[in-house]
């Protein structure tokens, strides 16, 4: 599968950066999950667990408190304020 890059940001550094094939989490209007190549927006996260796909098929599972996502052709952020691996 097709991979992006992916950095989950935090006060205290980066919790992760990488390329994975998808991440799914809790947006603002529910559940959502993005792919390589996922039309461009921006939308807050809320407090849940979220989990990441790596190209081996390993997946990675964290928690966020609140943040904010930003997803762009080639590149998606997650920025919030407390994120740790579980």
């Known amino acids: ?3 992006f890059k992916f ?3 935090t ?3 980066n919790l992760f950066e ?5 991440v799914s989490l809790r947006g603002a209007e529910g559940d959502l999950a993005v792919l390589a190549n996922h039309t ?8 849940c667990r979220c989990r990441i796909e790596l190209e081996d098929g390993t ?3 964290f928690e966020v408190e609140r943040g904010l996502l ?3 052709l080639e590149n998606v952020s997650l ?3 407390s994120a740790k691996w579980v």
Do not use: A, N, Y
Request: glycine share 10%.
């Open 70 to 72: 930003s997803v762009s």
């Open 1 to 3: 599968m097709k991979t």
């Open 59 to 61: 997946e990675k599972p």
């Open 7 to 9: 950095v989950i940001s």
């Open 79 to 81: 920025m919030s304020g």
């Open 18 to 22: 990488g390329d994975i094939v998808k």
């Open 40 to 47: 461009p927006f921006v939308t807050s996260v809320k407090p």
């Open 11 to 13: 006060p205290d550094g």
